[in-house]
């Protein structure tokens, strides 16, 4: 397995799949806006510290909306980032277990067949394949 597996991928390169999730305030904008009716109204209907008191919350929403508003909206997207390190070079380093996460996030998948030419020849009973593990 190793062997077929380092010769398939040992010269590749990794590359790690980073996902950047969105960037949407809508939910906080929305809210903000109904905040700014709300201050803005009870704004009208008050004097004095109160007055003050709520021109202080309505401006400090305010500013906030205004911030948002100007902030980008992005959909969520992954990114490939090269690691400059190749199969083989992480395979030597790596323990059992990081071996095994190699082979599952390749899709390797080997089957061990009956015996057809007694029970030593293991290898002859092996089939190899790889590929997307999430793809069936």
Do not use: Y
């Not at 809508?26 to 903000?32: H, N, Q, R, Y």
């Not at 007055?51 to 902030?71: F, I, P, T, W, Y």
């Amino acid at each position: 397995m190793e062997r077929e597996f380092l010769a398939a991928t040992g010269n590749r390169e990794i590359i790690e799949v980073v996902s950047i999730p969105a960037i949407d305030h809508s939910g906080e904008i929305a809210e903000l806006e109904d905040d700014v009716r709300e201050l803005a109204a009870q704004l009208c209907k008050l004097r004095g510290p109160a007055a003050d008191a709520v021109g202080g919350m309505l401006q400090s929403r305010s500013d906030r909306l205004e911030r948002l508003l100007a902030a980008p909206v992005a959909s969520a997207r992954t990114k490939r980032i090269r690691t400059g390190v190749d199969h083989a070079e992480k395979w030597t380093s790596a323990e059992s277990a990081d071996r095994r996460q190699m082979l599952l996030d390749a899709g390797v998948r080997v089957v061990v067949g009956q015996t057809t030419r007694g029970a030593r020849d293991v290898e002859g009973r092996l089939s190899f394949t790889m590929g997307d593990p999430h793809r069936q």
